[in-house]
């Protein structure tokens, strides 16, 4: 796959509920109207969302225990994505996976990340790819050696954010030393806390729901806003891994960032009205053939 997307990260298997009267209290039970089991994990949704848009990319994972794996390889074949260089788990692993309950046009979750993120590094050629994408930042504390690896073979680098409870401040490292960083509003605000500045990648881009994204160039001091247009939530999981796939989509291509941001609020504004991170990748419209871009 010469100049593809490698699309690192936790790989899991959703299990979604939709058409629940209220959230789960101790004590009570909530019957939900359905559920569904879906890939998920943000490489694998950014991912999909690339190859919708016309790029060709592959999962870098370890796949989630048995028997949740079958449910992530047919979704990976579904959406065009490779798996060639996804990892059985180890064998007694408890299985990746996310309880997902939308509520209220927002969403909760109950995971359990299971193992090492990421297979070996050293197990395939890099230089057949041109960029890397790291679904979450912890998948990076856990192998800040992806950008080493990635600069060696001359890829350029975009990592997502994800929520943690406690970020650590020498994530400001990891962080400064990628291209294009995609944190959501709360995502960052908490890592201003610890000290990581608002424009610390090359590239900060920041998702904020249904009020759309903004993004900077770290050389630059002026923000570019994009909002995005109103829509019937479904459900929001994944909206953001969504927006990436559509914002990389552009970047890559060399388009200026408020057209990134436009092809980035589309493509998450089409995942919200839908189960699933990948829901409505079939009817994507495509911006990233604007004119030629600033960097
Ligand atoms: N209700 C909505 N209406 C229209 N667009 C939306 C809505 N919610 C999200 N989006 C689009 O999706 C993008 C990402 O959403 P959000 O800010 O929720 O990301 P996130 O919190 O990282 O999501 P996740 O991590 O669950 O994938 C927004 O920037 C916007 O473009
Ligand atoms: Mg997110």
Request: hydrophobic share 40%; charged share 10%.
């Given at each position: 796959m010469t100049g593809g997307i490698l699309c690192a990260g936790r790989l899991y298997c959703d299990v979604v509920f939709t058409g629940t009267p209220r959230l789960p209290t101790l004590g009570t039970e909530v019957f939900a109207e359905g559920v569904s089991l879906h890939a998920g994990g943000g490489a694998f949704i950014t991912g999909a969302t690339l190859v919708a848009l016309g790029n060709g990319a592959a999962q870098f994972s370890v796949l989630p225990a048995a028997p949740f794996d079958a449910v992530v390889l047919q979704a990976l074949a579904e959406n065009g994505?490779?798996?060639?260089l996804c990892d059985v788990a180890p064998g007694g692993s408890d299985p990746q996976i996310t309880v997902a309950i939308p509520y209220a046009n927002d969403r909760a979750f109950l995971t359990r990340a299971a193992g090492d993120a990421l297979p070996s590094l050293a197990a395939f050629d890099w230089r057949s790819f041109s960029h890397l994408h790291i679904g979450e930042l912890s998948t990076l504390e856990e192998n800040p050696k992806l950008i080493e690896r990635a600069r060696s073979a001359g890829l350029s680098i975009s990592l997502d954010c994800g929520w943690q409870d406690a970020f650590r401040p020498e994530v400001r490292d990891l962080i400064a030393a990628v291209d294009v960083f995609l944190p959501n509003q709360r995502e960052l605000a908490a890592l201003r806390d610890v000290g990581v500045p608002e424009a610390c990648a090359e590239v900060t881009v920041v998702k904020h729901g249904k009020k759309g994204a903004r993004a900077r160039m770290r050389s630059h001091s002026e923000w570019h806003h994009e909002v995005s247009e109103a829509v019937r939530v479904i459900d929001a999981t994944g909206a953001g891994d969504a927006f990436n796939g559509g914002f990389l989509s552009a970047w890559l291509k060399g388009v200026q960032l408020q057209d990134c941001l436009r092809q980035g609020n589309a493509c998450g504004a089409a995942s919200v009205q839908?189960?699933?991170?990948?829901?409505?990748?079939?009817s994507l419209p495509q911006f990233d053939t604007a004119a030629p871009s600033l960097h």
């Open positions: 994505l490779s798996s060639k839908c189960a699933g991170g990948v829901g409505g990748l079939a």
